[in-house]
């Protein structure tokens, strides 16, 4: 018999990548009763849904088949909660650009329905959003040239990107994100919800199911196990600091634990420097581990890209003691583990939702 009754945590995007890694982390916290809200459109999703099942029994992991543009349906799933991820969005460039109100709707517009969920609930609860380093622009003022197989900052300082960098949003993306950041932000100044911004770049790690446009590293690695051709846009070069899942979950849960000093800030999350890698590198390195051959073929660079991005995660840091643990190589052995575990899944179609049979269905009222 259930003695207490036990907090609820709302995790929006849930089903997905790092929404399912931070609920199975999550769990672990034997007082929480996790509520996941997703619309369960991302491919793998049936997939980590039933891994989380397998997880806990049904009384502490509730799912809830839901869309974000749904203001009715967000304000059912918002009332009782203490905590708040808000993970759920639309998450490739490149889909923003062919369908951008789609984009609009989902990350602004979502994450506004979010937010104002939270605030009726009169809960005051803890609200953590995932933003994106796309809110920095081409960072014009960071230029930079090219060194053997990557593009370098030519100022020596240069240490990452730091959140004092000036917003300049590109692309439908980068504006519907930035958007959602600066209410998400705001929310905290006039109506003083706790609420945190994590300015992502590159995350990794099991339970990934990447393709061209989102989930690059993953799907480098799935694509060489499967003997595929791989599409390079632009030269290669471009530098990307890579974060392991679970150290970004870390990054999460530090915030939550010290948001006396983080509620209203914004926070820069990558791995770094030290975690930093170009395309081609990336190539080589899977090419190296997998020993497998690339079949490369070149195309021209996505407008807006990035030639170099490198997260200066110094102020969660400072605020925390947060640091990132796990190396490049951990990154892409978990990946590489997770691939031998769920070939089947990671290669085939979903099918089956048979085992969803208590999901709630909240899709009504969305355009
Ligand atoms: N993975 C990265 O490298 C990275 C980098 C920067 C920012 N982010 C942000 O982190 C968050 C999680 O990303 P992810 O990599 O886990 O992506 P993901 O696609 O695996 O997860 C997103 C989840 O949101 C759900 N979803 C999409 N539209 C929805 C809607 N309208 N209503 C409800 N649910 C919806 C999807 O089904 C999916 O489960 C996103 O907000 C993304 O923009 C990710």
């Not at 959602?180 to 932000?185: G, I, K, L, P, T």
């Not at 970004?248 to 010290?258: E, F, P, V």
């Not at 190296?288 to 079949?295: C, F, I, K, N």
Request: charge should be neutral; hydrophobic fraction near 40%.
């Amino acid at each position: 018999m259930e003695a207490v009754s036990k907090e609820v945590v709302l995790v929006t995007g849930g089903a997905g990548f790092i929404g399912s890694n931070l609920v199975e982390r999550l769990l672990a916290r034997p007082d929480l009763r996790v509520r996941i809200f997703d619309n369960l459109s991302r491919r793998g999703v049936l997939s980590n849904v039933k891994w989380l099942r397998s997880l806990a029994d049904r009384s502490r992991v509730e799912i809830v088949e839901g869309d974000v543009r749904n203001a009715k349906a967000v304000r059912q799933a918002t009332r009782d909660v203490s905590e708040i991820y808000h993970l759920a969005a639309q998450v490739a460039v490149t889909t923003s650009v062919e369908d951008p109100a789609s984009d609009f709707e989902t990350n602004a517009l979502g994450t506004f329905n979010v937010l104002e969920g939270a605030r009726a609930s009169g809960r005051q609860p803890f609200v953590l959003f995932t933003s994106t380093n796309k809110v920095y622009g081409s960072l014009e003022n960071v230029p930079v040239a090219v060194s053997g197989t990557r593009y370098t900052a030519c100022r020596p300082e240069f240490r990452g990107v730091t959140e004092q960098e000036a917003l300049d949003f590109h692309s439908p993306y980068g504006c519907s994100k930035g958007a959602a950041d600066q209410y998400v932000r705001d929310y905290a100044r006039i109506y003083g919800l706790p609420t945190v911004v994590f300015r992502m770049s590159c995350i990794a790690g099991p339970r990934q199911f990447g393709n061209e446009d989102q989930g690059w590293v993953a799907h480098f690695l799935y694509s060489i196990l499967q003997g595929r051709p791989i599409t390079v846009c632009g030269d290669g070069y471009q530098v990307r600091d890579v974060l392991h899942v679970y150290d970004l979950i870390d990054a999460m849960m530090a915030a939550r634990a010290h948001r006396q000093v983080t509620r209203g800030e914004v926070f820069n999350m990558g791995g770094g420097m030290e975690r930093s890698i170009s395309v081609i590198e990336m190539l080589r390195e899977c090419e190296r581990r997998t020993r497998r051959p690339l079949h490369l073929k070149y195309t021209a660079v996505r407008p807006g890209d990035q030639p170099l991005y490198i997260s200066e995660t110094g102020k969660l840091e400072a605020m925390t003691g947060w640091k990132p643990r796990r190396s490049l190589h951990d990154t892409l052995d978990s990946i590489e583990d997770f691939w031998h575990a769920n070939q089947l899944e990671i290669t085939g179609e979903e099918k089956r939702r048979d085992f969803l049979p208590t999901a709630q269905l909240m899709t009504e009222g969305v355009a």
